[in-house]
């Protein structure tokens, strides 16, 4: 009977687990008809586990579709609302801007609000404390996130954590009410604290993480490291730290209960240690805020303890899957959250491997080594496929990591900050917390020193992750399992990738998803170009360093050949300091140690020709009309890229060049009225033209009367902040190929856009013909 109660209960997580892989959400007609008639096949035995799974699908999808119904409308981007709502979580500074997450309890009007909102405010005048109410002018936006290839997928990020929408502070905020809870539990005042009895920034920074998860004091060299060393889940109060808590817990509390056995015959220590555990665990959880790793880890917690109170025989899986049963009962769209896999993922390896050895008898050393073998292995495809890394490094370190912060730095912390919440002067125990993660450091940075410690990995298509996830699993299973090479061979898609490249005479153009910047990276068999580097300040403080990487990562692409930057707008050159490091050669005007680009001047590249187009090189400087055009022809079509030229001169690349016919142009300026005159559409003809502008940008473009002129000249348009990215294949003999992000990565809280979607041959139907 147990044992078809736990299939019951597995077929309903994994139809929860799997509904995140559709492509959209059905119809609510659909899943009314669908959850029909799984309920009637519950009545019939052979098909109790089918409809249990579909029942499972229907409960994710629901909260999906409940979720995106409080989205704040796209019709209505950029409307102005005044609205009360509570801070639900410490504030995030971000240069000069402050983030955090409002939740909503009411607004001037009636109308229909989300539930919460994703709050940034530039140049704040005050620090808005958790738990504080607020009114506030809000300009508000649907969520939305760029989608690149092998990118964070920042909107899912905002669905998981059910933000209906974005919101931009305008005017003076107003307090309506201080924190109602008692200031020694002030989370904000603890942080702060702990930020100024500490000397060193990243010390500081890493203790307000391990301590309040207050991640805002991290530099981003920090996160790097900690990344390319495999310890960035340190940071994730999650598992690792609340069981840390409640194992010492409830082993002080045991100890401290033995007399009373003596004088109590029903007393049962080990039942007053799990009580005790659990107790200080949720203490430890509320201190951190509640995060969602912390609710998860209390819940496995909480499952584990209620069955060695009750005295009830609990198989370690039987455990880990009523745990999985309870997280998606109470938050159908955690499977969203990356670190809700990777959290069951690393109980479920260890179980898998360990339920096999009960009887063995080993040293703890050994035990820990063993562990962290396995955990390496079967996360692997994890590793490899989402976070397209290889840490061969993260043994060592977590070797050295895990005991220093759980037997040294997390102990001495908690104290300190109890004598803090008491109101005590301060203790020795700071500065012992301190020399710990002053240690922790050096061994990462030693670690990370090793060449052979961290490396990337291009990371395979989605199907190759279950058969790696399987491989993983073969290879780490018992002594005496057969065929283990069998895992090796089953990781090998997802590791190598064998990846089509565009061929001798081909060319992939990807035209990034930067918001309000322009990058477009050309690839052929013999290299790999960019042209403009993206919104920024040009100091390292841009989007595209969080992009490009990624990008070139999932492409195969190490090492830029050119980096053309066509004018100095902070929109097109931002990046610049970025890539500075990943290119060999520079054009453009006023880059140090750059090549002017000139008319007539050029490269060749796999069968392509890349030539200048403008400027001349008796012209001044002219701002954004001193733009590098840049023209690429070559046996597969070509393309057109215009930096910010307006409609001067335009007219001159017509008298010069005569257009010159393109099959996808560039929009200049993302589609900025003053460009792309009818004459000039008219002589290139594009079969498609590409606008790097974010969905909601704030001065509407593409503008309406470009619109127009592209429908006159039977131009299809397409706009990264609506598409994603952008890709264009040209192949010898056939039709440019274009194809964008939320096509080719399709996810049900992606929005899909008709325009992102092209007929093959739409343009040519209407008689374009191309001059190459």
Request: a positive charge; hydrophobic letters at 50%.
């Amino acid at each position: 009977m147990a044992g078809r109660g736990m299939q019951a209960v597995l077929a309903l997580a994994a139809g929860c687990l799997a509904a995140p892989w559709l492509p959209a959400v059905p119809s609510a007609a659909v899943q009314a008809f669908a959850g029909a008639a799984a309920a009637a096949a519950l009545f019939f035995r052979p098909a109790r586990l089918p409809a249990l799974f579909l029942l499972g699908a229907l409960w994710f999808l629901a909260a999906a579709s409940w979720q995106l119904s409080q989205q704040w409308p796209a019709e209505r981007a950029g409307e102005v609302v005044v609205l009360e709502g509570r801070v639900a979580d410490l504030p995030q500074q971000a240069e000069q801007s402050l983030r955090f997450v409002l939740a909503v309890d009411g607004g001037e009007t009636d109308e229909k609000l989300p539930g919460k909102i994703q709050v940034s405010w530039y140049r704040p005048s005050a620090r808005p404390a958790p738990g504080s109410r607020w009114r506030l002018k809000l300009r508000l936006e649907p969520p939305s996130g760029r989608i690149n290839p092998g990118g964070f997928d920042y909107q899912r990020y905002l669905v998981a954590r059910r933000i209906g929408a974005t919101g931009r502070v305008q005017g003076q905020p107003q307090l309506l009410q201080s924190p109602a809870g008692p200031r020694w539990l002030d989370r904000q005042r603890l942080s702060d604290i702990l930020q100024t009895e500490t000397a060193d920034l990243d010390v500081a920074g890493l203790k307000r993480a391990l301590a309040v998860a207050d991640r805002s004091g991290l530099r981003p060299e920090l996160t790097r490291l900690l990344r390319e060393t495999g310890t960035a889940h340190l940071l994730a109060i999650s598992g690792l730290h609340v069981g840390m808590v409640a194992g010492a817990a409830g082993l002080l509390a045991s100890w401290l209960c033995a007399p009373l056995a003596l004088i109590w015959p029903g007393f049962s220590r080990r039942r007053a240690g799990v009580v005790v555990g659990l107790a200080a665990a949720s203490a430890y959880a509320a201190l951190a805020g509640f995060t969602l790793p912390t609710q998860r880890a209390l819940i496995m917690l909480a499952v584990a303890a209620f069955a060695l109170i009750g005295r009830r025989a609990l198989a370690p899986a039987h455990a880990l899957l009523l745990a999985l049963a309870a997280v998606l009962a109470l938050d159908p769209l955690a499977p969203l959250d990356i670190g809700f896999w990777l959290s069951f993922a690393a109980v479920a390896i260890l179980i898998w491997v360990f339920s096999w050895r009960t009887g063995e008898r080993r040293r703890w050393w050994l035990d820990l080594l063993r562990a962290q073998l396995i955990l390496m292995v079967g996360l692997l495809p994890l590793n490899a496929g989402v976070f397209g890394q290889i840490v061969p490094g993260a043994l060592a370190a977590n070797l050295v990591a895990i005991p220093l912060v759980g037997l040294w730095v997390l102990p001495a912390l908690l104290l300190d900050l109890a004598t803090m919440m008491l109101g005590l002067p301060a203790t020795p125990l700071s500065a012992l917390a301190d020399s710990g993660v002053v240690a922790l450091i050096a061994v990462l940075d030693t670690v990370r020193a090793a060449p052979w410690s961290f490396m990337t990995v291009p990371g395979g298509p989605a199907w190759a992750f279950l058969p790696a996830a399987a491989g993983a699993a073969w290879l780490i299973a018992p002594a005496g399992w057969p065929a283990r090479w069998l895992g090796a061979v089953l990781l090998l898609p997802l590791l190598v990738p064998i990846r089509p490249g565009p061929g001798p005479e081909g060319l992939d153009v990807w035209f990034l998803d930067l918001g309000n910047g322009q990058a477009v990276v050309m690839q052929t068999a013999q290299g790999a170009h960019l042209y403009d580097t993206g919104a920024g300040d040009g100091q390292g403080n841009d989007s595209i360093s969080r992009v490009l990487p990624d990008v070139m990562r999932r492409l195969g692409i190490t090492r830029l050949d050119r980096v053309v930057v066509s004018h100095g707008h902070r929109d097109h050159a931002g990046g610049l300091a970025s890539v500075r490091a990943l290119g060999s050669r520079f054009y453009g005007q006023g880059v140090d140690g750059g090549q002017r680009c000139t008319t007539g001047e050029g490269w060749q590249s796999g069968g392509h020709d890349f030539r200048f187009l403008h400027p001349s090189s008796f012209l001044p400087d002219l701002g954004r009309n001193s733009s590098c055009v840049l023209y690429v022809a070559g046996p597969g079509g070509s393309l057109l890229l215009t930096g910010g030229i307006d409609s001067a001169v335009e007219a001159r690349l017509l008298i010069e060049h005569g257009g010159p016919p393109a099959d996808i142009l560039q929009l200049p300026s993302g589609g900025h009225r003053r460009g792309s005159s009818a004459d000039f559409l008219a002589a290139v003809g594009p079969y498609a033209a590409v606008a790097s502008v974010a969905r909601f940008d704030r001065h509407d473009r593409v503008h309406d009367d470009v619109r127009q002129r592209l429908d006159a000249a039977g131009s299809a348009l397409l706009e990264t902040g609506r598409c994603g990215a952008i890709r264009v294949r040209f192949r010898p003999g056939r039709e440019p190929r274009i194809d964008s992000m939320v096509r080719l990565h399709r996810r049900l809280w992606h929005v899909q856009d008709s325009s992102c979607t092209l007929s093959p041959g739409k343009n040519r139907a209407a008689g374009k013909t191309r001059a190459r």
